[in-house]
């Protein structure tokens, strides 16, 4: 059911739907968590069922927020196991700058492999299996080279953004604009360059963010807000979500700031149609406490490795594995 506080303004009705419009302190951590399930089961009982460009089908609404504050532990789903592992290898690649999967690979992380498969089979008529294209990924630099790219995706957009005047690092640019102007209103990073859209293997789904600083330096917060276009919520959101805490530690960290509070804003939220069941199972389950992050101090964002990154007390319902649309 919808989260029901006692102690906060009354609830606004529109149409069907109760909106809480309620201050993050008045959520304790289980319902901040408790807002990951409700979100799901607005999606099934006020989304449209519509075909998509995958061919599986979603239900669908438009225009949601959940936030989180990371002071109250961090913000790993609990009610299914989420990879953490794969999580920071893929935060450490966009990081990094890259977008050819070989890295990936070569690290047991399979998350963008079906769109340079597909691409493989399609143009080649070939239908290798994904454990044989993956081993040539891994150890074929040339066939990594040719295979392997996935076009200006978030690693060419954070780390080398075409811009008129040159190339930008946006989070070079960030990391000092959070050291140096904390309180700026322009900390911003965009994945979204309209002119190179149709050259990415896919276009970036989370398209943006923003850091807001809070308080002076030596005891200030850092906050941090994401825009996502299209959001598959079972199977991405919850990467998505301790993606960008960890990103908001992170950056913290190298700005002398303490993480205050995460905010993901949704365009098209939906749950594939093939991941029904998954989600029905999932509502069933009740959130467990937050577990902890633990991050090694580094001199530099780019110098992370994923053992930098530990997750500890992290209790969890079982695993819920569902098909990745393409």
């Known amino acids: 059911p919808p ?16 909106i809480f419009s309620l201050p993050l302190a008045l959520l304790s951590p289980h319902a901040q968590m408790r807002q990951y399930l409700d979100y799901l089961q607005d999606i099934l009982d006020h989304g449209t069922r519509h075909e998509d460009r995958t061919g599986t089908g979603t239900i669908r609404v438009f225009g949601r927020q959940l ?23 893929e935060l450490l690649w966009f990081l990094r700058g890259e977008t050819n999967i070989q890295s990936l690979v070569q690290a047991g992380v399979s998350i963008w492999t079906d769109w340079p498969l597909q691409r493989y089979r399609d143009e080649t008529g070939d239908e290798i299996s994904q454990e044989a294209f993956e081993e040539r990924i891994a150890t074929d630099d040339a066939f990594a080279e040719r295979w392997g790219d996935l076009g200006p995706v978030y690693g060419t957009q954070w780390r080398d953004f075409e811009g008129p005047e040159g190339r930008v690092d946006q989070i070079e640019r960030l990391v000092r604009g959070l050291r140096e102007t904390p309180h700026s209103r322009r900390h911003v990073v965009s994945a979204w360059h309209p002119a190179q859209i149709e050259d990415a293997a896919l276009p970036p789904c989370h398209y943006a963010f923003q850091c807001f600083v809070e308080g002076e330096p030596g005891d200030g917060r850092l906050s941090l807000m994401w825009q996502q276009r299209s959001v ?8 998505n979500i301790a993606s960008y805490a960890l990103l908001t530690r ?47 101090q580094r001199d530099s964002i780019f110098e992370h490795a994923a053992d930098d990154v530990t997750i500890e007390d992290y209790e969890h319902h079982p695993a819920l594995t569902a098909p990745i649309a393409v």
């Not at 936030?67 to 290898?89: H, I, N």
């Open 250 to 296: 992170m950056l913290a960290q190298q700005a002398g700031l303490t993480p205050h509070e995460l905010i993901f804003n949704g365009g098209d939220c939906h749950i594939y149609q093939n991941h029904v069941e998954q989600v029905e199972e999932q509502l069933t389950r009740t959130p467990y406490d937050r577990p902890t992050l633990r991050l090694r």
């Open 3 to 18: 989260l029901r506080p006692t102690t906060c303004t009354p609830p606004t009705r529109w149409g069907s739907r109760t």
């Open 232 to 239: 598959d919520s079972f199977l991405g959101l919850p990467f």
């Open 67 to 89: 936030r989180f504050d990371l002071t109250e532990g961090f913000p790993l789903l609990t009610t299914k196991r989420v990879w953490m592992r794969g999580v920071a290898e």
